[in-house]
């Protein structure tokens, strides 16, 4: 099935540094989510994106998170100043008409 | 409070070897509760979605079942390329759009020839 893409696939950041992660959606979609796993955990909702507005966001998704989609193609998933737990997976995925999600390969980030 | 539980944790079985994932879950009213196999370092890759009580779905090898309380994941006759964590997620009702998933641990399944 049409998915979306992820870029990059992995990120080294420093403590304290910006992160910019982007979904690319191969489809005019609208609904698009955020999820992390971290490393031999569950994968978490952080936030779901509907027609340019934030639709949902969980406890995870503080101040320290933004999302957007600059030129309404692009999705992305800011991380103002990184910690080392924010160290995860982060998936992009997203709704067709029929409920299901799906998801991209992801970005790995590290924070060191 | 929204939760799922998936066992057994990990399971080893020869190849050919039929045997069933659990997945059980609470939930404030089910939408829909989802399947999906993740391999090392890659994103959930879909298989199912299933939506009420006595739905029954299948691909190849997979089939999954689902009642008001779990869903199961049968493996018959699995080949060491079905080695993989297999996740369940459950969806709430919601008044508009599409909700969140919530996730389970998952179940890490080796098979060997």
């Known amino acids: 099935e049409p998915e979306v893409t992820q870029t990059p696939s992995h990120q080294v950041t420093q403590m304290g540094q910006e992160v910019i992660l982007r979904c690319v959606p191969i489809?005019?979609?609208?609904?698009f989510y955020w999820y992390r796993q971290i490393l031999g955990q569950k994968v978490e909702f952080l936030v779901s994106?509907?027609?340019?507005?934030?639709?949902?966001k969980s406890e995870i998704f503080d101040d320290q998170f933004s999302v957007e989609r600059p030129d309404g193609s692009n999705f992305t998933l800011k991380i103002r100043s990184t910690k080392l737990e924010d160290s995860a997976m982060y998936f992009c995925?997203?709704?067709?008409?029929?409920?299901?999600?799906?998801f991209g390969p992801g970005t790995r980030l590290t924070v060191l | 409070e929204d939760q799922v539980t998936q066992s057994p944790e990990a399971l080893r079985l020869q190849e050919g070897e039929s045997s069933s994932l659990n997945c059980s879950y609470t939930?404030?009213?089910?939408?829909?509760l989802f399947w999906y196999r993740q391999d090392p370092g890659k994103g959930p890759e879909f298989l199912f979605t299933?939506?009420?009580a006595g739905e029954e779905k299948e691909k190849e090898r997979l089939k999954a079942t689902l009642t008001k309380k779990e869903s199961f994941l049968h493996i018959t006759a699995p080949k060491p390329e079905d080695s993989a964590t297999y996740l369940c997620?459950?969806?709430?009702?919601?008044?508009?759009?599409?909700?969140?998933?919530?996730f389970g641990a998952g179940t890490r399944l080796a098979v060997h020839p």
């Open positions: 995925a997203r709704t067709t008409g029929f409920n299901e999600q799906f």
């Open positions: 489809s005019n979609h609208l609904y």
């Open positions: 994106f509907y027609n340019n507005e934030i639709s949902e």
């Open positions: 939930v404030s009213g089910l939408r829909g």
């Open positions: 299933l939506y009420s």
């Open positions: 997620a459950v969806q709430r009702t919601f008044s508009g759009g599409y909700n969140k998933l919530i």
